[in-house]
């Protein structure tokens, strides 16, 4: 039987991403510096909830559209969602949303304007709804900061989405109120929806959250969950926010492809909206900006590597570009039994660099970074490098 049998069109061409490619290829005693999943514990008020809701309770499916109580707390966070939960649809993470936001807005030929660099499955799920991925580019020259004149001129007729994310995934830049106003005015006079992915929203290092555009522009659909700031990834809790007509539509889809998201993560999560889940949060946020200094200054004094300072999430850009294609810099890391991502998997900006996460404790921080300067140190140009520091 023939591959394109078994393989619909559009299916075809898209493989595994570069992040799950360097984790399959690690070496026993590796030190993980890519994947994006918190190492710290769920916090305890989610844990009791989820134990007592599997003692206590009957936990059969819920609406496809998600629990009434947990909607209505997520609908109250957003101002443009005027408190109505059936403008609220929870899923199975963040990605299901993502997924349903593209499948239910694209049709065949329509432009989605995505962010560059940016998370690996924008382009793919765009791909498999038939649009055309067609990006914006945020310059690594100037930080990864957003360029709002440049943003403008790639809007067209056919442009019919945009995907919007802050913090960054994958350099942790946040995007202002001022970059949101301009973004909103450039779309003033098109009927295109914004995507806002804000998974990690609640992690910033900031003085305040990072702002979300849906303050902005009314026609976004708001992407969010808990898998980062509650380290819950693998309680698959997210949803999706926005215009009624939309989140009916994308129901349907849902309703076919999951059910309803797990009925016991949506029971545990209406303590993700208490005084103790807050407190965590904090403390969450406190560790990673300590992880964030930590390897900075490590990568920067040790190893003399430039890094971006990420405004939240818990990765960093480190701009390796003077040794080679950033695949060759991530193979060369993989042999010294440290993992890190390629930052041309996230688009052209991102050739160059590695993506460093640090979900990893300190002790964990100081062996891969001297593992990355032991690696480096074999490459060409290496002359600022010294691993002899402890």
Same mark, same amino acid.
Not at 138 to 163: L, N
Not at 198 to 217: C, G, K
Not at 226 to 249: Q, V
């Given at each position: ?30 030190? +993980? ?17 989820? /134990? ?6 009957? +936990?059969?499916?819920?609406?496809? /559209? ?26 199975? #993470? ?5 997924? $349903? ?28 709804? #038939? ?9 690594? %020259? ?6 709002? %004149? ?18 960054? +995934? ?21 009927? /295109? ?14 003085? /305040? ?86 390897? $900075? %200054? ?5 190893? #003399? $590597? ?85």
């Amino acid at each position: 039987m023939s591959d394109d049998f078994i393989r619909p069109a559009r299916l075809r061409g898209i493989e595994t991403s570069a992040i799950r490619q360097m984790l399959d290829r690690a070496l026993e005693g590796s030190i +993980n510096l890519a994947l994006g999943e918190p190492d710290l514990p769920t916090p305890d008020c989610i844990k009791h909830a989820a /134990a007592r809701v599997i003692a206590e309770e009957r +936990n059969g499916y819920t609406s496809h /559209a998600g629990l009434p109580g947990l909607r209505e707390l997520i609908a109250a966070d957003y101002s443009y969602l005027k408190a109505k939960p059936e403008r609220v649809l929870i899923t199975a #993470g963040s990605q299901e949303a993502l997924y $349903l936001a593209l499948m239910t807005l694209v049709e065949e030929g329509d432009e989605v304007l995505l962010p560059d660099p940016g998370f690996v499955a924008y382009p793919t799920i765009v791909r498999m709804a #038939g649009g055309e991925p067609v990006f914006y580019p945020f310059k690594a %020259e100037h930080d990864f900061a957003f360029d709002a %004149e440049d943003f403008k001129r790639r809007i067209t007729p056919r442009t019919k989405a945009i995907v919007v994310i802050s913090p960054s +995934n994958p350099t942790g830049r946040t995007l202002s109120e001022d970059d949101f106003r301009a973004m909103a005015s450039a779309l003033g006079e098109t009927r /295109a929806y914004v995507i806002s992915d804000e998974i990690y929203r609640e992690l910033y290092y900031t003085d /305040a959250r990072p702002p979300s555009i849906s303050d902005h522009y009314e026609r976004t659909l708001v992407i969010g969950g808990l898998s980062k700031s509650m380290s819950m990834t693998g309680w698959r809790l997210g949803w999706m926010c926005g215009d009624e007509a939309i989140i009916k539509s994308a129901l349907v889809l849902h309703g076919y492809v999951t059910t309803c998201a797990s009925t016991i993560s949506q029971k545990a999560a209406l303590a993700s909206w208490t005084e103790e889940a807050e407190e965590a949060r904090r403390a969450h946020r406190t560790i990673f900006r300590e992880r964030r200094d930590y390897l $900075l %200054e490590l990568l920067r004094s040790r190893l #003399g $590597l430039r890094a971006i300072t990420p405004d939240g999430a818990f990765y960093t850009m480190v701009d390796v570009g003077s040794y080679g294609s950033s695949m060759k810099v991530a193979e060369a890391m993989l042999a010294e039994r440290v993992i890190t991502v390629p930052g041309g998997a996230f688009g052209s900006e991102g050739e160059g660099y590695l993506r460093i996460s640090f979900c990893a404790d300190l002790p964990a921080l100081s062996e891969g970074v001297r593992r990355i300067g032991k690696a480096v140190k074999q490459m060409p140009d290496a002359g600022m490098i010294d691993v002899s520091k402890p």
